[in-house]
């Protein structure tokens, strides 16, 4: 499941994430406290995040394709 997200300006994730996949940019997190994920831009705005490590890496994959 996806939870609601307001995008907001993160650290990129220098204390208490895990990067799993990075991809054009983008990045993939798990918070190495309680578990949940979450998918960073560029600019490292949170603009997706929840707790199902199946439906987020489908939404990363959604970000991260390449568009022309």
Do not use: V
Not at 3 to 26: A, V
Not at 56 to 64: D, L
């Amino acid at each position: 499941m996806l939870l609601p997200n307001l995008p907001i300006k993160t650290m990129g994730g220098k204390m208490f994430w895990d990067t799993l996949d990075r991809r054009n940019g983008w990045k993939l997190q798990q918070n190495l406290i309680t578990g949940h994920f979450r998918i960073l831009d560029q600019d490292n705005m949170r603009q997706a995040w929840g707790l199902e490590e199946s439906r987020i890496k489908q939404a990363f994959r959604k970000f991260t394709e390449y568009r022309c």
